[in-house]
C-alpha cells in the first residue's frame, strides 16, 4: 500500500465520517438548509484564505520546478473560479459582505489555520503535501458520492462539481504522487499526525456547520 492509502487508513474513523457526513448527504440531495450551508461558507471562506498561503508557502518549498508550476496554477484556481464561486453564492444566500468578510471564526476554523501556518512556517514540502492532501482528497472523495442528478441550485451544484471535475481529480493525484515521493524517507509517525489531526478538524468542520441546530 502506498504512503497516502496508509496515512488514509490510520486516519479511517474521521475520513469517513467526514466524507459520510449529514452535510455531504444533504448537499448531495439539495435539501441542506441555507443557515447551515451559509454558516459553512463563511467559514470556509476564511479557510482559504489561509489555505492560498499554503500553497503560496508549496510554491517555494517544492524540491522540483515541475512542481512549483503545477501549485502556482493551481494557486490561480482559487484566485479565479472558486473566489468567484464564493462571491456568487453570498449573494445567492442573502449573506451581506459585512458578515462574511470578517466573520467570528468558529473553533475549527482556528484549528484548520493553525495547523496550515505551521505547516507554512516549518518550510517543510512533505508537511505542507500532509495538509494539501488531506483538504483535496477527502473533499474529492465526498464529491464523487454524486450521482448523475445533482442537486439544482447552482451554489449547491457549483461546490460539487468544483470538487469532483475532472482537472481536479488530476490536482488530486498530483499531490498524492508528490507525498508519496517525498514522504518516503520520512519516519511515518512524523506524517501521521498531522494527517490524522486534519481529518479531525474536517470532520468538526462539517459539525460546525450545524451548530445551534438540532
Ligand atoms: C474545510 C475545507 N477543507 C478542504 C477544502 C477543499 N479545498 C480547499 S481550497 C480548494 C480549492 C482547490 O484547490 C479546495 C477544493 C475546503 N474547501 N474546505
Known sequence: MDLCHRL??????YWDASVNHRFVDQLLA?????????RYLVQDFRFCDTFVRLLGAAVCAA???????????QLSVLAGGEYRYFIDS?????IPE???????LSEPTQAF??????ACDSQDYALMLVVLVVAEWLYLEWAQRAGNTLPPRPEHRDWIVLHNEPDFVRWVGFLCNELNRVGAERDFETLREPFVEACQIEQRFFDMAFDGMR
Open 113 to 118: 489555520i493553525a495547523l496550515m501556518e505551521k
Open 30 to 38: 439539495g435539501d441542506i438548509a441555507d443557515e447551515v450551508f451559509g
Open 8 to 13: 488514509r487508513d490510520a486516519a479511517k474513523p
Open 90 to 94: 453570498f449573494e445567492a444566500l442573502n
Open 98 to 104: 459585512s458578515q462574511w468578510k470578517n466573520p467570528t
Open 63 to 73: 524540491d522540483d520546478p515541475e512542481a512549483r508550476l503545477t501549485h502556482a496554477r
